[in-house]
């Protein structure tokens, strides 16, 4: 019964969806307010009935109800709560009942926050959100139902992946789907704007709080998926240029670009153009990487779904939405008038600076991730892409950028001063040079870059908080009274400085992590130890363990650095029957921001066992930083001027919220 | 400057960017992507040693030797040619005999192949995509061997 109700709740929420594609459209162009107004509340109850669909599938797999076949397939009556409930997401039907489930939710917040938008912009955005909506339920109604029933219901699932039942990877999917598809409100405000052939700083100032939520999750999705990847595959590393990363990456690089523009949009009324455009690639590579890991044209550590059918479905979407939109913007994007003049030299010039250095970043990880299976489509030849291609490429494009991040909030808008920026810079440029230095000095030439990277790194950071010390005025007046300051700017000011401060952060993890990682295998007896950088680990035998659907092998290290104790580290490896599976569990030991990494390989018949140990100076900044970069965003996304519902500021702002036209 | 020069300027450095980084991606694309190629391949394309490949194909069943300090052998087969992997680490989980397995290095004079990357990635049928074309190329798809090795589980991912 309940499958059939989550069944039944999905295929309302089409039918809801067909609906408010049309009639709010329609409504929109005849100016008929009736019409208009039944695009918030249908929104609103496509969500409650996608939700209902959702609930009945959580409920099937927390109820181990085996008769259904997704849950048989992913779910075992064993597992904990917390993976059965999971599990919901980490199989394809699932994942794609969980993206609709998101998509929803967006159109419903668009549809009871947007209370300051046009009545008839808001329809037509609806409308569009409402057209990716209605395809993505067919998608799942007619490819990939996660209702089907059995005929004979087993007495046991199959098990979830048992690399997937892992709490990193539980919150993973959630955090990058709401990032992508918060991609999608971006983009139906964009193809809104090109069917009512008008824009204006006010339209920036609508998408740009949607844009940073999504791009806040996407951030911290991706931050989640390479800390999951680096302590559960046990090879230690972080980022693999796997497609699939880079799926979630591409997005990411265009929202950051997109957030960029718009700020151009909003304050000087420029760039409208191509904001646009942005607003329309951000989602199109959302739906690429969507396309990239459901489809099955990948093989990969993440992909877990493969069905011809269904890629030239999703392949299908892609076309009708990335080419459809594309076309309208061919057409109508001319229409458009060009905003503010300003010089090279300014804030916009930097923005524009970043624009361009962020998309054809872009561009390279796109091309590098698209052209492997572009060459076998076409030719039949096998190659692989891997991470010297993106060093090589991606590396030298992000260079100029992170060198130009702190000059950006220094310059003025229209005309800027580059001298007094670089000026003001003069302690961050110092701090990077004294880096450098230093990095030599004591590390010696090799590696080469480090010492760039740690100069790089800390010229960022101490460019960011330069921002800062020059808005509070710090150090030239007194603290109290900078302090008060640094109380009353913007929120967005401190975004900034936050989140540019945070890539500093991330680089310098990056460069720690990549220049001084060090490694060390070796076979050990119980007795035997392993040295690596000071730390001295004694391998003292092995414990054999029982979870609650896994057996393990522990072995326990004794960690001393300069004969003392510091701690016992943990590593095993489990085996899942069910699925006949071994997964290596790594054991991890904090040092400052540096981590030691202990994973396991084949026990030995005669006792021994293959160990792999990493030392990691600085690695835990990667992914702080991403924190930290989040943390800017969601102080940039409660800046009173963004805040989606505020009131309209009474004065002063009133000429902005009108039409350009 | 007018608005056409400005817009030129904005277009000039545009172009020039993009440059930059289509010049960087031929080179990089020139040197770092490396070919894949199952045992048969290697010996019709005559593949010269010194040549940096992935070689994929299946662990032939009782070939595995393990020796001293980690070092590890074994033959890696599409069904009609074989070669012999030389490899020093730790294999990952996935690694069996009869299952499919990636292996990234050179190809040594002798013949053997040297490997500094051992991946067993895998879709749902325990085989990398690749080493799945090449067997499906060689005829020998879903043949028994495939399914030794204690994989009786359809299912992986």
New interface residues.
Partial sequence: MIPELGHYALVLALALALFQGVVPLVGARRGDSALIAVAAPVAVAQFLFVALSFSALAACYVMSDFSVSNVFENSHSAMPLIYRVTSVWGNHEGSMLLWVLILSIYGALVASFGANLPAALKATVLSVQSWIAATFYLFILTTSNPFLRLVDAPFEGRDLNPILQDLGLAIHPPLLYLGYVGCSIAFSFAVAALIEGRIDAAWARWVRPWTLAAWICLTLGIAMGSYWAYYELGWGGWWFWDPVENASLMPWLATTALLHSAVVMEKRDALKVWTILLAILAFSLSLIGTFLVRSGVLTSVHTFASDPTRGIFILAILVLFIGGSLALYAWRAPMLKQGGKFAPFSREGALVFNNLFLTTACATVFVGTLYPLALEALTGEKISVGAPFFNATFGPLFVPLLIAVPFGPLLAWKRGDLLAAAQRLTVAVGVGAVAIAATFVSEGSQPVLAPFGMGLALFVIVGALTDIAERTMLFRIPVGLALKRGIGLPRSAWGTAFAHLGLGLVLLGVTGETQWGSERIASLKPGEKITIRRYDLTFEGTVPRAGPNYRELAARFTVRRGGEVIGIMEPSKRTFATRSMTTTEAALMTRGTGQLYVSLGDPNPDGSIAVRVYHKPLVLLIWLGAVVMAVGGALSLSDRRLRVGAPKPAKGRAAAMQPAE | ?T?KQ?RL??IA??VG??G??AA??L???K??????NSPTDVAEKHIAPGTRI?LGGLVAPGSLV?GE??AIKFDVTDGKGVINVAYQ???P??FREGQGVVT?GVLQPGGTFKADTVLA????NYI???VA?ALKKQGHWKDDYAKKG????G???
Avoid: W, Y
């Avoid at chain 2, 040197?31 to 894949?36: A, E, G, P, T």
């Avoid at chain 2, 990635?121 to 749902?124: Q, V």
């Avoid at chain 2, 204690?150 to 589980?153: L, N």
């Fill in positions: 400057m608005r400005r300027a904005l450095a545009g960017v993009l930059i980084a960087l991606v080179t990089a694309l040197d770092s992507i490396v070919f894949f992935r393990r300090n980690l680490g730790i294999l989980d996935l990234e990635k895998h879709d749902e990398p995509k690749e074309d204690g994989a009786t589980q299912r992986a991912q």
